[in-house]
């Protein structure tokens, strides 16, 4: 049995997925009922759980041969991460108790990052899980190209997409989610001892330049990108009702100044196969 946390989500769906084709028997972990149905449909086992509860958690937990684990995102938290640390704590007490077969871990390129920002919560994860017994595989994806479904409606009707990556032209690692969870499945199936590093990007790195080239190639239309002004970021999150940007921000600064990437630029990292062109235009298709 594989349990599969954020089944609900692109990431976590794409993992069941994938061990769903490869026959694989899996206990879909949700937080309620209706959503748990169209996993139920597929044969899935459903746990219905809150991710604040231990106990419930460990009882999904138990038994199984391996665990797809995630934090849900978080994108405006609290100084000093308290929803995230809580959450942490609830997963580390839960996969102690239960002692799956072994665990894939979803953390992010940055998460070693020392450097306050954003990320730090998934390398709050990567700590609290570093000493586990069980074996553990932290898996490091770069940023996900469907950030960019935020432009999909601007792209097409005004021809423009804002960018707070910059320089425009400047390539950064950047990864597809299907490639994400089909990674992590296929992690869930390999065997491994100890603690290992996985990182993850797409076979060539993405420019913001780029993104405005595939929203043109697939809307037929021609599209540029247009960087926002650092200054203006705090009062634009603020006013989209963020308490504390600070971290987002930080976060942005790092992969633009290049403090956020892997050690030795993506040398090391498994590639993904999906291609930006198909994920833009994936995405010009949701947002029509």
């Known amino acids: 049995m594989y349990v599969v946390t954020g089944i609900t989500g692109k990431v976590g769906g794409s993992v069941a997925r994938t061990l769903l084709d490869a026959g694989l028997p899996i206990r879909a972990v949700v937080r309620n009922e209706a959503k748990g149905q169209p996993w139920a449909a597929r044969g899935c086992e459903v746990a219905i759980v809150d991710l604040d509860d231990a106990g419930p958690l460990t009882k999904a937990f138990s ?28 997963l580390r007490s839960a996969l102690e108790a239960a002692a799956p077969g072994k665990v894939v871990a979803l953390s992010t390129v940055g998460a070693d990052a020392p450097q306050p920002n954003l990320l730090n919560q998934l390398g709050l994860f990567e700590q609290a899980l570093a000493n586990l017994k069980t074996p553990v595989t932290f898996l490091r994806p770069a940023w996900f190209m469907e950030n960019a479904a935020m432009d999909a409606a601007a792209a097409r009707d005004q021809g423009v997409i804002q960018s707070y990556l910059q320089p425009l032209d400047r390539r ?39 993104i405005a080239a595939a929203f043109a190639k697939a809307l037929g239309r ?25 971290p987002r921000i930080q976060m942005i600064n790092g992969f633009n100044e290049g403090w956020i990437d892997y050690p030795d630029r993506g040398a090391s990292a498994r590639k993904g196969r999906v291609a930006l062109d198909a994920v833009i235009s994936k995405l010009t298709v949701e947002a029509s």
């Not at 199984?64 to 809580?86: I, N, Q, W, Y």
């Not at 599209?223 to 600070?246: D, H, L, Q, Y």
Request: no cysteine; glycine share 8%; net charge negative.
């Open 172 to 210: 950064v690692p950047m990864i597809a989610t299907e490639d994400v969870g089909r990674t992590a499945g296929e992690l869930l199936q390999e065997t491994w001892r100890g603690h290992r590093v996985v990182e993850l990007e797409a076979a060539s790195r993405v420019s913001p330049d780029d």
């Open 222 to 246: 021609a599209v540029r990108a247009e960087a926002v002004p650092p200054e203006t970021w705090e009062g634009i999150f603020r006013r989209a009702g963020m308490k504390n940007p600070a």
């Open 63 to 90: 038994g199984a041969e391996g665990v797809f684990a995630m934090l849900p995102p978080l994108f405006d938290p609290s100084p000093g991460f308290p929803e995230a640390k809580a959450m942490i704590a609830t």
